[in-house]
Nanobody
Framework: QVQLVESGGGLVQAGDSLRLSCAAS????????MAWFRQAPGKEREFVASINRSGYITYYGDSVKGRFAVSRDNAKNTVYLQMSSLKSDDTAVYYC????????????????WGQGTQVTVSS
């Protein structure tokens, strides 16, 4: 069983930056693709970013391209989401997910999920 714990969320102003972290308990972290999704109230879960096992392949949702960056440190069993130029539309609960398919962009591809961390951007 893989446990994922997100951290780093909070209340920021539009234009600010924030970095989310997701720590995994699994020693097989380096063999897993990782992703970030988000869900705003009343909306479906949205793909944000994904990264393959080595960290060399990344994908981003259209709404965050050029502003967000996903990275991972396999030595620390941690994946990061650096968010810049935040907008009010980025307000959501952000979830970390772990899977086996390389950098997939659909939630169905991921087997394990964290509890989420709230990000609120005030305009």
């Amino acid at each position: 069983q893989v446990q994922l714990v997100e951290s780093g969320g909070g209340l920021v102003q539009a234009g600010d930056s924030l970095r989310l972290s997701c720590a995994a308990s699994d020693r097989t972290f380096s063999s897993r693709a990782m992703a970030w999704f988000r869900q705003a109230p009343g909306k479906e879960r949205e793909f944000v970013a994904s990264i393959n096992r080595s960290g060399y392949i990344t994908y981003y949702g259209d709404s965050v391209k050029g502003r967000f960056a996903v990275s991972r440190d396999n030595a620390k069993n941690t994946v990061y989401l650096q968010m810049s130029s935040l907008k009010s539309d980025d307000t959501a609960v952000y979830y970390c997910a772990a899977g086996t398919l390389s950098a997939a962009r659909t939630p169905q591809a991921y087997d394990y999920w964290g509890q989420g961390t709230q990000v609120t951007v005030s305009s």
